[in-house]
């Protein structure tokens, strides 16, 4: 198979909220050629939509994980709480070299920042 391109669906029940949090709080920029709920994540396209199925919190926040590798993981932590956003793991170093931080978005899905720093 050849894939032309990555696009993660995210639905919710307020798709609109989650735009604007991954949009205005994390900084993500929109990707107006991929729809207009579709944001920019280094060069994959993570898309939020409502869907008739989904209803309220994320039932299990960590089935699927939304990661945004950084160059620092601790700066990008610490700017994200400043405007409010809320972790759950603080530069945890995982065996393989990753650094990760975790928080939650407004449904509860968990997203990661991970710093790749082998040592």
Known sequence: MKVNSLLVNVTSEQPERLIEFYRDVVGLAPRPDSGEGALDAGGAVLAFDGHS?????????????????????????????????????????????????????????????IEYRPE
């Open 53 to 113: 199925e989904t209803k309220g919190k994320a039932k299990e926040p960590s089935r699927v994980l939304i990661n945004l590798m950084v160059d620092d993981a601790k700066a990008e932590r610490e700017r994200l709480e400043a405007r409010g956003v809320q972790f759950i793991r603080r530069e945890g170093r995982e065996y393989w070299g990753g650094i990760i931080s975790t928080f939650t978005d407004p449904d509860g899905n968990y997203c990661q920042l």
